[in-house]
């Protein structure tokens, strides 16, 4: 299953409609100032997908816009009080992981009503869902942090988590990676330290490889890196890191 969350940071008109014709998502959740983006997005005839719920306290977007959107059947409203203990980003967050939960519970069981063989559904149980959070960066250093913070609870459900915008894609790595040429996002990858030690660091197929280094939290070693080879190796023995592609 893919979800797309597109929450109220900086979100770039022309690679978010980009992104909208490209990729395919069985659930869409807006978040707040984002209704104002999507607003636009439905009336471009040229992006065929809605999204299907709206989560916020509904604090920055204008009342004239939401208006729009609350009494709609094909839209399932998530309203909080503004006075709340989590950012209207971790609530959507927390959303889709319940929705990926729902979705994969839902596939093993159709595998097992269509009799199909014991490898098939476990594969069916072992594809990881995706959430892909846009909108999720922008000029509030404070917010942008938080939300690449967030990606923790993702790996926890076992669920990829991805940031992405116009110059960046962003992951939480712990063990393995492999990053494929092309499918590279930018020319640049990166290996942000997120625990106090990265242990073991291999990078394969890079420009500049380790063997089996340390580096710490703090340090700078693994930043702009570039892939030469077809497919670049990364792997943490022990630790945990943002794998950043980005691009000027």
Request: charged content about 30%; overall charge negative.
């Amino acid at each position: 299953m893919r979800i797309l969350i597109i929450t109220g940071g900086r979100i770039d008109e022309s690679f978010a409609l980009s992104l909208l014709q490209k990729e395919k998502f069985d659930h869409m959740i807006v978040v707040d100032g984002a209704l104002a983006f999507w607003d636009k997005v439905e009336r471009n005839p040229e992006i065929q997908c809605h999204f299907d719920h709206l989560v916020g306290d509904f604090d920055t977007i204008s009342p004239n816009i939401l208006e729009n959107y609350l009494d709609r059947e094909d839209i399932e409203v998530h309203r909080f009080n503004p006075e709340k203990d989590y950012t209207d980003t971790d609530i959507a967050l927390k959303l889709a992981i319940r929705l990926a939960e729902n979705g994969k519970e839902a596939d093993a069981e159709d595998d097992c009503d269509e009799h199909q063989n014991e490898k098939t559904m476990q594969d069916s149980m072992n594809t990881r869902s995706e959430i892909w959070l846009l909108g999720a960066t922008g000029t509030r250093a404070d917010h942008m942090l938080a939300n690449m913070q967030l990606l923790a609870q993702t790996k926890a459900a076992g669920v990829e988590g991805v940031i992405v915008d116009k110059n960046n894609k962003i992951r939480l790595l712990e063990g393995s990676y492999t990053l494929k040429k092309k499918d590279q996002f930018g020319d640049f990858v990166s290996l942000i330290p997120i625990t106090r030690a990265l242990k073991g660091v291999t990078l394969r197929g890079f420009k500049y490889p380790l063997e089996r280094h340390t580096t710490y939290f703090g340090e700078s070693l693994c930043v702009s890196n570039e892939l030469e080879a077809e497919e670049g190796f990364i792997n943490i023995e022990e630790g945990m890191a943002f794998l950043i592609e980005s691009r000027d």
